[in-house]
């Protein structure tokens, strides 16, 4: 049969791909199975690198950039020509595919650095003795082979949700990812769902002159984060582009037309009808699970479809872990890595911590949206009496002097200690600036400790520093 390995990974998204890194910088012999692929070649990475994170944000520059030299160019005194500009969606597109061409096989350079074992294929479970876990692989060509591993860690990721009312149609009702590979720009674009996914591809083809309307069965917009800072969030977008946003909706059935895509809905108590060139469901994503064969090893999926796990990501079966969407927590990229990195030197010894309450969340619209810990209304809920510092990009210079002045920061303290409960952004470069934020809740900074910290001038940060002494009721600069 060959090598046993330490360890066999099967997934190499963020979490995954991580974990086999970490794992072999540790000493263990380490195998990563994953079956994407893209133009006929491996493509590790996972959704994230493939047709998630990166190729979503390479698209969200290529609009942004498009829509700030439309809007603000003569502000800066860049005349075109005649007043004409214009776009190709094809070049877009080839740029985007070129960053996540790069950065996939870059995640293939990295395991060979690090002696990681690669096999493209699709891995499941056959059996389990004394020795470990054998694993059946199936290549893109039909060939089986297996593997022999001592550990096994499950980071096989999610896969977007499908809606009865609207089942997949080619070109016309797509996922995220088609909707990432749209060849044209569609007059009108609707899209099912408003969270995070939602709201970015709109941003995408909004920018670029779509009429969009973003369909959200939750009565209110981000539910889970701050009120006041998803109003001000939604206010702020809605200046910008083009999006109209519908909450409460139930939606009866999206029905393919001659030229698009109807949809028959209930808003407020009203049947509405709405066409659309393109329509995208982005109502959430579910665990992959299938194929894995699990039931060989004696594991079962709970009711979400996902694999159950302890705080340490430790399966009911030892020497089985799983990580990132196919457990509970947030489904996003960094918490994977985290618990990725995690398991990694949990196999190898090691007690690491994973705190979800340090993740940070991210919309890459803009302004963008960021925030990490607790918002006012969890926080009081939580039974804190709180003080809350807030200061608005309009009196940040270097806000200003970008002609991005809109938006705020928002500090969340504890009115007893001090100690920062939570940061929320609506701003330039919010998911740069959140990463302070993430520090200061790690290692349970007060605001008073942040207030005092130097921070360069004229720079964004001021005024995460200014919301800090606004806790306090000592705001400079407003």
Not at 312 to 341: F, Y
Request: hydrophobic share 45%; proline share 4%; charged share 20%.
């Amino acid at each position: 049969m060959g090598e046993v390995y330490d360890v066999a990974v099967i997934g190499a998204g963020p979490g995954g791909y991580t974990a086999a890194l970490r794992a072999a910088q540790l000493g263990l012999r380490v195998v990563c199975i994953d079956a994407w692929t893209r133009n006929g070649l491996p493509s590790p990475g996972g959704t994230c690198l493939n047709v998630g994170c990166i190729p979503s944000k390479a698209l969200l520059e290529s609009s942004a950039f498009y829509q700030r030299l439309r809007r603000e160019g003569s502000d800066h005194g860049i005349q075109l020509q005649d007043s004409a500009l214009s776009f190709d969606t094809g070049v877009m597109q080839s740029r985007k595919e070129r960053i996540v061409g790069q950065l996939t096989r870059g995640v293939q350079a990295l395991f060979k650095k690090q002696q990681v074992t690669f096999i493209h294929g699709r891995a499941a479970f056959q059996a389990r003795d004394d020795g470990g876990f054998t694993l059946q692989v199936l290549d893109p060509s039909g060939a089986l082979s297996t593997v022999k591993s001592r550990q096994v860690l499950l980071a096989t990721g999610s896969e977007p949700r499908a809606l009865a009312a609207a089942p997949w149609v080619e070109s016309r009702i797509v996922d995220s990812a088609g909707a990432l590979a749209l060849s044209q720009v569609p007059a009108r674009l609707g899209i099912i769902g408003a969270g995070v996914i939602g709201v970015e591809l709109g941003s995408v083809w909004s920018r670029l002159g779509s009429r969009v309307t973003l369909l959200e069965a939750q009565p209110t917009w981000l539910p889970n984060a701050d009120r006041e800072v998803a109003e001000t969030a939604w206010r702020e977008l809605s200046r910008q582009t083009d999006l109209t946003l519908e909450l409460g909706i139930s939606l009866h059935r999206a029905q393919p037309t001659a030229d698009g895509v109807r949809l028959q809905y209930v808003h407020e108590g009203q049947d509405k009808q709405l066409d659309v060139g393109v329509l995208v469901v982005a109502v959430g994503r579910v665990p992959c699970t299938a194929g894995l064969e699990l039931e060989r090893v004696g594991l079962a999926c709970d009711e979400r479809g996902g694999i159950p796990v302890d705080e340490n990501c430790r399966t009911a079966v030892a020497g089985i872990w799983a990580i990132g969407d196919v457990v509970r927590g947030p489904m996003l990229a960094h918490k994977a890595e985290e618990e990725g990195v995690a398991v990694a030197e949990r196999m190898a010894g090691q007690q690491p911590l994973v705190d979800f309450g340090h993740i940070p969340w991210v919309i890459y619209t803009e302004p963008e949206i960021a925030w990490v810990g607790l918002g006012e209304e969890a926080a009081r809920q939580a039974g804190y009496a709180l003080r809350i510092g807030r200061f608005p990009f309009a009196a940040n210079a270097r806000a200003r002097a970008r002609g991005a002045a809109r938006g705020l920061v928002k500090v969340i303290a504890c009115a007893s200690t001090d100690r920062i409960l939570g940061v929320h952004i609506v701003g330039p470069e919010a998911s740069e600036l959140i990463a302070e934020a993430v520090a200061a809740l790690a290692f349970k900074a007060s605001s008073e400790d942040m207030a005092r910290i130097p921070h360069a001038h004229p720079s964004l940060a001021e005024a995460f520093r200014e919301a800090c002494l606004g806790v306090d009721g000592r705001t400079l600069n407003v």
